[in-house]
């Protein structure tokens, strides 16, 4: 259990890592809002950490619309009074080579994984400021550091969100913390939207050694834990059986 509860919101709450972050952080004692689109598994998860003693609320989101995290942030705020921690974890991951042209897959990443980002930046940093300080936590990938065949896309969004989160630390030094979590291979349902099949086979391989997904929440938990003055910047969080 912290000392301090925050007040945190997790993005694509309802599985993965963030499904992972809502448990570690409700567990430590803060109070959490929890966002996603598939509501019926939002639900379920309240209220299981609400029966376990734990403080946590949800609401419907779309990080693609920066109307509806807009409200998604206004909405904890009403509620709970504050928002001290915004993770920024929805995304996505269609993978495919560049030649196979499956130009729709590319605009959902690039609206889910960097807009989305965005999105929230511009709906919790006037709130954060206006409050006095606040932390955001954004979910990048290994992929944020290196391009790998059939994930020039997906790997073009990561780096995206790693420049920007670099370009928020520094704009906002003294005031906002930022911290930069990039996993490796992680146990999730990423791997499930990839439609093209050369890329879907050499996912399965990849995946052989992957993380668990409390492993990178771990790493969150971690993070937000730190003292006001300490700002964890980046953490990259691999199977250490893995080379990748």
């Given at each position: 259990m912290t000392q301090t509860a925050k007040v945190i919101l997790v993005t694509g709450a309802s599985s993965g890592i963030g499904e992972a972050t809502?448990?570690?952080?409700?567990?430590?004692?803060?109070?959490l809002f929890l966002g996603a689109r598939?509501?019926?598994?939002?639900?379920?998860?309240?209220?299981?950490?609400?029966?376990?003693?734990?403080?946590?609320?949800?609401?419907?989101?779309?990080v693609t619309d920066a109307a509806d995290v807009q409200a998604f942030v206004s909405a904890a705020r009403?509620?709970?009074?504050?928002?001290?921690?915004?993770?920024?974890?929805?995304?996505?991951?269609?993978?495919?080579?560049?030649?196979?042209?499956?130009?729709?897959?590319w605009d959902r990443?690039?609206?889910?994984?960097?807009?989305?980002?965005?999105?929230g930046i511009a709906a919790a940093l006037p709130v954060m400021r206006a409050q006095g300080g606040g932390h955001f936590v954004n979910i990048a990938s290994v992929g944020a550091y290196e391009v790998s065949p059939t994930?020039?896309?997906?790997?073009?969004?990561k780096f995206a969100v790693r420049?920007?989160?670099?370009?928020?630390?520094?704009?906002?030094?003294g005031d906002i913390r930022v911290t930069l979590v990039s996993p490796g291979v992680t146990e999730s349902e990423l791997a499930e939207g990839i439609s093209d099949p050369i890329a879907r086979e050499a996912m399965r391989a990849y995946?052989?050694?992957a993380l668990p997904a409390s492993a990178v929440a771990q790493a969150i938990g971690y993070a937000v834990a730190q003292p006001r003055q300490v700002d964890v910047n980046e953490l990259v969080v691999r199977p250490a059986a893995s080379a990748q």
């Open positions: 809502a448990r570690r952080l409700a567990a430590d004692g803060h109070r598939r509501t019926d598994r939002l639900g379920a998860l309240v209220g299981e950490l609400t029966a376990a003693g734990g403080t946590a609320a949800f609401r419907r989101l779309d009403e509620r709970y009074g504050r928002v001290d921690v915004l993770v920024n974890n929805a995304g996505v991951m269609p993978l495919s080579p560049l030649e196979a042209l499956r130009t729709d897959e990443m690039i609206d889910v994984n960097l807009r989305g980002v965005l999105h994930a020039a896309v997906y790997c073009a969004t420049a920007i989160s670099e370009g928020l630390r520094q704009e906002s030094a995946r052989a050694v």
